[in-house]
């Protein structure tokens, strides 16, 4: 993302209530933005939202990213190693480089915990890829308690039927209800397309434009209400992203609540 278009974002946010959470990912690696660790201290100086979260493979976690990491101001990180076997790994990574993330992320506790700190709060999480074993999980637990903030495992979706040929191991219900996700999330591309999820990963549901509108216009935009309408009226098969996807049920049956409230649908 250009800088000029993220500081304008930070700011306006800044302007307005502050936000829960402002997440630093979406569907690559962050640490690969050259102003990266800049982008965490120009949000961290404008106290734009309670907490400050990321997702990372740690693959680019050196010790001087580290210790700017640590002094970034970011609150809240979730490391994606995915295995306890450098087998899984690297059939799921397609490297073999299990051992070295996992000495640079206790690299990352042993300066952390040696400069008195307690954040940023880092979890390790593995998924229940169809096959991991058991084992595997127990492994992967025994090895990061007792080290990690936290340790979690988590099932896998297919991004909205995105990814074929994936066994779901998320959570599933047989009652569709409303995915209260566009109620409370906006999700800006790198090149300021606007959509409302994380799951959207190819901006099937464009909402608008971070270069073009301010995010209030977009927040309170026809497209969105619209977007929002279509699952209070069960079209759940309106767009492609919605109709296969499962990320909806681990937020909860919210229905009454959402069309109470029809300013945002109407």
Not at 49 to 70: P, S, Y
Not at 144 to 167: C, F, L, R, S
Request: negative net charge.
């Amino acid at each position: 993302m250009d800088w000029n278009l993220y500081t304008r974002i930070i700011d306006e946010a800044a302007e307005h209530k502050q936000l829960i959470m402002l997440c630093f990912h979406k569907d690559g690696e962050s640490f690969l933005h050259p102003q990266f660790i800049e982008m965490i201290r120009y949000a961290k100086k404008k106290d734009v939202a309670k907490t400050l979260h990321m997702n990372t493979n740690a693959l680019c976690w050196t010790d001087k990213v580290i210790d700017e990491l640590i002094d970034s101001g970011i609150d809240d990180i979730t490391v994606s190693l995915d295995a306890a076997w450098p087998e899984t790994y690297k059939k799921h990574k397609g490297s073999d480089c299990l051992k070295q993330v996992e000495d640079r992320v206790l690299h990352f506790y042993e300066r952390r915990n040696k400069l008195g700190l307690k954040h940023p709060f880092v979890r390790v999480k593995i998924m229940e890829f169809d096959g991991i074993s058991g084992e595997e999980l127990s492994n992967f637990r025994d090895k990061w308690e007792g080290v990690a903030d936290m340790v979690q495992v988590t099932g896998i979706h297919n991004w909205g039927g995105g990814i074929e040929d994936v066994k779901v191991t998320d959570e599933v219900s047989s009652t569709r209800y409303p995915c209260a996700i566009m109620w409370y999330v906006l999700v800006i591309n790198w090149n300021g397309e606007v959509t409302v999820c994380s799951v959207d990963w190819d901006t099937e549901i464009m909402i608008g434009n971070a270069n073009k509108q301010t995010l209030h216009q977009i927040w309170n935009s026809r497209k969105i209400k619209e977007v929002r309408r279509s699952h209070i009226d069960k079209k759940f098969d309106k767009y492609r992203v919605c109709k296969d996807c499962v990320v909806w049920v681990s937020i909860g049956d919210l229905s009454d609540w959402l069309k109470e409230n029809d300013e945002f649908y109407l």
